[in-house]
């Protein structure tokens, strides 16, 4: 079953040209030209001289009305199914502890890949699946999120790699895509575009799901989109009934199936090609309670056998990574004299000693002082369950698309291209992991204690938790490190599985007795050295579809990938692969294969230290050890052989420079927050002063007016009151989520409010005593820093301020802000009449929709000067004349002897002296 390399690379060429002539063992529909994108137009195939001055006597050809297509006649339907941040060993599928019951029963009938990889991150692993280029070549070298200006790192899909989608879609498939879609950069996720990356763009002709945001979103509250237009969830969660109520991949699953149920009613005969991307299982792990409380109680197997149990996983990450190393011992998934990897030092055990209380211990300064006892190992162990019920919810859903399919009598000639995870387990969580992933992402980890805070919670609305990094290794057995590394198969190995009824047949077993069960499993697996890349030309082989030299006008890069429909046979699992050597690339680890042998290079960033200072010089080779592997003996990669052939390793070396060059990797970057603030084209351009009307809502929390750029900030709203005693609902609102936000609102009580959140730590309400009058009313709230405004390149900065709040020239209310976040609000949105998502304030249920009058406009100016704040100050906060706050100083003591300045003498001398007090 694990062949042997050498006698596959001797017969490579002979048998590429068997395949070749064979038409791939007959499974694939017979390839036809390539034809150049979109396909021409129908000609008229009437008689010209038919065509008469009107329609009397004129002989039409109905054919032209028809849409151009080039499909076979039986082409399949294709699901390719792609899930997030889910280890090797996580499904027990192949070999985890979590109970997978749809993917076990694609197994069952289909074919498993253990050596198919992918590119350690999501955004680079999305565009290599949808394009089959290299994710450099398609310039997605790491998420959108840290794009820079080099060709391989843009985060913009080139129109010269047409997606699988679009080639499809002009083919005359029926496209969808539903889920996540960490493939559009932030700058261009919102209603102005441009457009042309969007999947409607991309070749799909439906889209339901959620842009950007770091490529997570919230479960009970997401950012979601249908098509092009941003829209609100069809319900929001009942928190006293979790586990019936709206949940995001539920969500998709419902709609995934209404798509393919309304396409098959329509034209049954039309082919579709279903992309289904949940967000699950990237943080934040977020599943219906019960789904947890399964794990809790001892998962599905021993409640199914009625055993009682203390819970899964309380024994810790270092027995969960040797028992699913075992097992996959066992089962046949690894080969049995794979050597499982040990621990690296870098990440704790589960009793490790560097879980101290001790504060002179680096650990207790790092995390504000880590209390690992008892009762936090209780947690850690709820954040696996809490992952566990995750991952089988998810996999549910999948199953729920799949069986309408089946209802549809559509199985038969459906390929399922099931691929679990876009890269190895996430080690974003840190040491301890979190309740709140934004605070991580912003530098500002939660410590124990907070965490403790939200053991009850855990999951549910309010918390967006994560697990510890000792987690995501053991569910990365049997190889080294996670996801991010792209040395070392723990952050690029990930299972695939393929089922295609009407043309794979696979061994079943006879009984089911482990042995026949193994028998049958060993005899369907398939070992070959595969890519993501290799994804999109085999369904296009499948199909009978060369790829076009030409989209819409521009020359097509090749292909960089390669079919695999040569394993799909009976005598698959000798099959010899297509392509012989891949290379990886992450925030600089590297590696290279080529021909049995991996050539790796780990750069030294931890995957958790996400503002990490870059470590690379001019050469990185004078720096980082490279080592070597012949994985014909060695499976999981464990034993460096860099000593014993040196000249291998360099050759290696010298293949991965040809590589790079070839593919846009270079220059490579370590930098990971590093990059988030570069400076990227944005529709703001230079702007720091906002206009925005009714309507405007859904403005992405990553690219909205960032309030927290510069010395303060002044908020302005023409209101026009009708109905006084009815008057409540949000006037602006960003964010509201784990990273916070903030909120500007009239209570039910009509009363004005400005909220802040900063994270899940901190609420301040600033709030007028007087209700809103009738008529047109000026609002305004104006912030002013204490110091110079917040200090960018500091970590953990948590800058203070003080505002006022006030209606029609009268300050009503002011108060401080102990602690402002210096950045956007991710994951969430500015909504302007209405908080659509996760509300900021606990005080009002979303939407909260502004009531009893109309808001003519709200203004944001995030940049006033000190000139700008105290005239805005002078002013009563709301642009209003300056005659009221000069009547006031005039009747001081210091002005009445300054009688006969000039009145833009006396402007100056009023603002000057605001100045001073701010300054004091």
Known sequence: MFFNHTLIRIGRLVVVFTIALSLLLGTAVPPGMAQDLPLEEPDFQGYIDKINKTYVNSEPDPEILSSPTALPIGAPNVVLIMLDDVGFGASETFGGPVHTPTLNELAEHGLSYNRFHTTALCSPTRAGLLTGRNHHSAATGAITDVSTGFPGYTGLIPQSTATVAKILQDHGYNTAWLGKNHNLPAEQSSNAGPFTRWPNDLGFDYF????????????????LYENRNPINQPSYPDKNDLDNSYNLTRDLADKAINWVNYNHSLSPETPFFLYFAPGATHAPHQPPPSYTQKYEAGGEHAIAAGVKHRGMFAEGWDKLHDEICTNQKDMGIIPEDTECTARPEEIPAWRSPKFTDDPDHPLHALHQGIRVNHEYRELMTKQMQTYAGFLEYTDEQVGRVLEAIDDLGEKENTLVIYIVGDNGASAEGGLIGGCNMSATYVGLDFTTDENLACK???????????????????????????????????????????????????????????????????????????????VAPTILDIVGIEPPEYVNGIEQKPIEGASFVNTFGSDGADAIPLRDTQYFEMFANRG?????????????????????????????????????????????????????????????????????????VYPIDDRFGGRVNLDRPTVWEDRTKFTFYPGAVFLPGDIAPNIAENNGYIITADLNITEPRQVKGVILASGGGDTGGYSLYVNKNQKLVFEYKYLNRKRTK?????????????????????????????????????????????????????????????????????????????????????????????????????????????????????????????????????????????TDRIIQEIVERLEK
Not at 800 to 815: E, P, R
């Open 456 to 534: 009850d919670e855990w999951g549910n609305p309010g918390t967006t938790p994560h697990y510890a990094v000792g987690w995501a290794w053991a569910l990365d057995a049997p190889f080294r490190w996670t996801k991010q590394i792209a040395s070392y198969f723990g952050g690029t190995r990930n299972p695939m599985v393929v089922s295609w009824p009407k043309h794979i047949k696979v061994q079943m077993s006879n009984s089911k007795d482990d042995r026949s069960v193994k028998e049958a499993r060993i005899a369907n697996l398939r070992d070959q050295f595969l890519h993501v890349i290799d």
């Open 766 to 906: 600033i709030r007028s005593k007087e209700k809103l009058k009738n008529g047109l009313n000026q609002v305004s709230f104006s912030f002013k820093f204490d110091d110079e405004g917040p200090i960018q390149s500091k970590i953990n900065l948590k800058p203070t301020g003080s505002g006022d709040l006030c209606v029609n020239g009268k300050q009503v209310a002011s108060g401080d802000i102990p602690a402002i976040l210096d950045g956007n609000f991710m994951m969430d949105s500015q909504d302007v009449g209405m908080d659509m998502r996760f509300p900021v304030s606990k005080h009002y249920e979303p939407p909260f929709e502004f009531t009893g009058g109309e808001i003519k406009n709200v203004t944001i100016n995030i940049d006033p000067s000190k000139y700008e704040y105290a005239l805005a100050s002078a002013q009563y906060c709301g642009g209003l004349e300056i005659a009221p706050y000069e009547e006031e100083f005039t009747s001081s003591e210091q002005t009445k002897s300054e009688d006969k300045l000039s009145h833009g003498e006396l």
């Open 208 to 223: 339901y799901g959620f842009l950007g945001g770091g490529g997570e979103t919230d479960q009970w509250y997401p950012a």
């Open 592 to 664: 290279i294969y080529h021909d049995g042998w991996m050539a790796s290079s780990f750069h030294g960033q931890l995957p958790w230290d996400i503002f990490a200072k870059s470590t690379l010089k001019e050469n990185p080779e004078l720096e980082d050890e490279w080592e070597l592997f012949n994985l014909d003996k060695d499976f999981s990669q464990n034993n460096n052989l860099a000593a014993a052939f040196p000249e291998k390793l360099q050759e290696m070396k010298a293949l991965f420079d040809r590589e790079a060059e070839k593919y846009d």
